[in-house]
């Protein structure tokens, strides 16, 4: 009997969503992959279709367009797009930007962007890093002065996934520099035709080639004072700390994900590629590494699924969100490193689709916070 990894939260409703959601990545998605990895970005004509489809935003109450489902529903396209190696659509940033609004925004700011996010009209992207600052946001120096009118935004941010394509932008910025933390406040950025807004160059990675990371400028942008994320100056860094659940989570779902798709394409290639007369699965190297991967993935799964149910029942923490953050990317490094070494010199070859998740692999261990603050931050909760 094969092994198989179930999920502990699924349904016979989901699965018949991840029906659709195959569906679209092999019709829509996978035939585009190449060329989007050539231009380094998807292009809006995918996020349209995908919106149009339902598979955006499919965790927002459906008053504000979303699908009215879970996490869940979130979290069957990130595993399917992971396992497939198709990272050009960061539908995550783009839904943790929705969750955002919807956490904290007012009920303006929710209407206005969260139906057009739905819909793959506006992409979603979060402005916080800059160049010099990584992790440590209280080191932002992007300024955002108030006078009648609204903002003044002045400076520029760095390796901000969705920046190309945004529509969308949440701009983390000082508007009171005097006060820490408590002067940090994300304010809205509409990017089509903003004066002194600025995309600069895609940014050429090591690896998710077809995701578009970018540089952004903003000189002397203005924005009303309705921009302010939830009205108010002075909680953007209280904000951005009460929805790092939600993130690290779906880091979580992701590289446990890209293990099975690993594991189930080194499978089918251990049987077939012959070797000394046989095929290398029958070495016993071959099959002892692939067990070691199988229960690595089942252990896994057990913890993941686990950290899906509290984030849907909204008793997550985030020392837990953090582990899994943690224990998952490390993880997907080791598992996807074993499995190339299974491949020989073909799992160095860009068109095998082991090499693309090694290279996409590496960046889990550092987006999102680095597993060093994730030690951090699970060190602190001891």
């Not at 996934?161 to 945004?166: E, F, H, I």
């Not at 251990?270 to 070691?292: D, H, I, S, Y």
């Not at 090694?358 to 916070?369: E, K, L, W």
């Amino acid at each position: 009997m094969a092994i198989t990894f179930r999920r502990s939260w699924s349904s016979p409703e989901l699965e018949q969503y991840r029906d659709t959601v195959v569906r679209f990545l092999v019709e829509h998605m996978q035939p585009q992959d190449e060329a989007a990895r050539q231009r380094g970005h998807v292009g809006h004509a995918l996020w349209r279709a995908a919106g149009q489809l339902g598979l955006l935003c499919t965790d927002i109450p459906e008053q504000y367009g979303g699908g009215g489902g879970d996490f869940r529903h979130e979290a069957v396209l990130y595993e399917e797009m992971s396992r497939r190696a198709l990272s050009g659509m960061n539908a995550g940033v783009h839904s943790i930007v929705a969750h955002y609004l919807l956490s904290h925004g007012t009920e303006a700011q929710k209407n206005r962007y969260l139906p057009r996010m739905a819909a793959g009209e506006m992409v979603g992207a979060i402005a916080m890093t800059e160049p010099g600052t990584g992790s440590d946001l209280q080191a932002i120096r992007t300024r955002a002065v108030a006078d009648a009118q609204g903002y003044s935004i002045t400076g520029s941010k760095s390796f901000i996934s969705n920046g190309y394509l945004a529509g969308l932008v949440l701009v983390v910025c000082k508007t009171d520099p005097a006060q820490g933390s408590r002067g940090i406040s994300i304010l809205l950025v509409e990017a089509q035709d903003c004066p002194g807004f600025r995309v600069g160059r895609l940014l050429d990675k090591v690896g998710m080639k077809a995701q578009d990371t970018s540089e952004l400028f903003f000189d002397d942008v203005r924005v009303g004072r309705d921009a302010v994320l939830g009205g108010q100056e002075g909680c953007g860094f209280s904000q951005l700390m009460t929805d790092l659940p939600y993130e690290r989570l779906i880091i979580g779902v992701l590289a446990l994900a890209a293990m099975e798709g690993a594991y189930e394409e080194t499978l089918r290639y251990v049987r077939e590629r012959q070797a000394f007369g046989q095929a290398v699965m029958e070495f016993q190297n071959t099959r002892f590494k692939l067990a070691e991967i199988a229960t690595e993935i089942q252990v896994g799964r057990a913890f993941i699924d686990r950290c899906v149910e509290d984030l849907v029942a909204g008793r997550l923490d985030t020392a837990t969100a953090s582990m899994a953050k943690l224990w998952g990317s490390e993880t997907q490094g080791r598992v996807i490193d074993t499995c190339l070494q299974l491949f020989g010199g073909y799992g160095y070859m860009n068109e095998y689709l082991i090499a693309r998740m090694y290279a996409d692999s590496r960046v889990q261990r550092i987006y999102g916070g680095t597993s060093e603050i994730m030690k951090e931050v699970i060190a602190r909760a001891l």
